[in-house]
């Protein structure tokens, strides 16, 4: 006898990097904490899915994401482009200096 | 992309307005508590329970919460009962609104373009792409989510489930037939 399949989506990962997971919980958590409303947050986020160079089949979909709290956050005057830009850099270079296997912390940063 | 986000969540945990221990929590609680499993428990109460199915065709949003699934982001649910006569099909024109606390997060096709532009314009060419295949004189009924009202689709009890626990029930109401763009397996 057959094992009847699982029910479709029961097992599909629900994100594909640790960074989607973090992204997405950034965005509850601020709304929670009523930074915004979630009708802002959909209107934010539609409009970035809606740009034309927004992948078909929407694969970009966290990068959207992302886009959209970026955005969202710099209207609110919380974290301009500038510094994420900047505190990015510091992280990536964080992240080069730090040997293998040990955690990444901005305080390896060598520009820090 | 894992950088900017470190930056923001650095940005945002230094004024405050986050915490990791938060964050933490939330991606727990969306990877392994909440998804397709509490939608169907859903539906197999109202197959189960007549009083329910009518509470829940009144009040989606109160009768859900009685089974502890309640959202977060304040928003109303509104469950539609496919019938003989009517399936129900449910999308998100504006970006990806979607009825997380009973299904979980959307699956990327919800979220991608073709299916949002065409569930509307197309939904009988769209059922068929997903296997479905309606009878003619059924009618399509297709509703649009927004930020504040969500659609839960209780797809028709499948034929020889007389007598089934919920439990059982539950195992054949799958996330696409609560979608819309499948129907409940058949009893084995």
């Known amino acids: 006898m057959s094992r009847p399949e699982l029910p479709a989506g029961i097992d599909e990962p629900v994100f594909s990097e640790p960074w989607q997971a973090e992204a997405f ?18 209107e934010r986020l539609s409009a970035e899915v809606k740009r034309p160079e927004a992948a078909a089949d929407g694969s970009d979909y966290y990068e959207r994401w992302v886009a959209a709290l970026e955005r969202l956050l710099a209207e609110k005057g919380l974290a301009g482009h500038d510094e994420v830009d900047a505190v990015a850099a510091a992280w990536e270079r964080a992240a080069h200096a730090t040997p293998h296997g040990r955690p990444i912390l901005l305080e390896n940063d060598p520009l820090a | 992309m894992a950088a900017r986000v470190r930056a923001l969540e650095t940005i945002l945990t230094r004024k405050g307005l986050i915490d990791s221990a938060a964050i933490d929590v939330i991606v727990d609680t969306y990877e392994t508590k909440v998804g397709p499993r509490n939608g169907a428990r859903v539906v197999a109460r109202a197959w189960s329970d007549a009083e329910f199915a009518d509470w829940l065709k009144r009040d989606a949003t109160a009768a859900i919460a009685s089974l502890g699934y309640t959202g977060r982001q304040g928003e109303h649910m509104q469950a539609v009962f496919n019938t003989d006569e009517t399936h129900n099909l449910v999308v998100c024109t504006l970006c990806s609104c979607y009825p997380w606390s009973v299904l979980g997060l959307p699956p990327v096709w919800y979220k991608a373009p073709p299916y949002r532009s065409r569930a509307v314009i197309d939904p009988r060419g769209v059922l068929a792409e997903f296997g479905l295949k309606l009878a003619d004189g059924k009618k399509i009924r297709v509703w649009d989510s927004t ?32 979608i819309g763009t499948g129907v409940a397996r058949e009893a084995l």
């Open chain 1, 25 to 42: 919980a950034m965005v509850v958590a601020l709304h929670e904490r009523g930074v915004f409303s979630w009708a802002e947050w959909a």
């Open chain 2, 147 to 178: 930020a504040e009202l969500r659609y839960l689709v209780v797809p028709q009890r499948p034929s020889g489930t007389e007598g089934w626990s919920e439990e059982r029930l539950a195992d054949l109401v799958t996330r696409d037939s609560m």
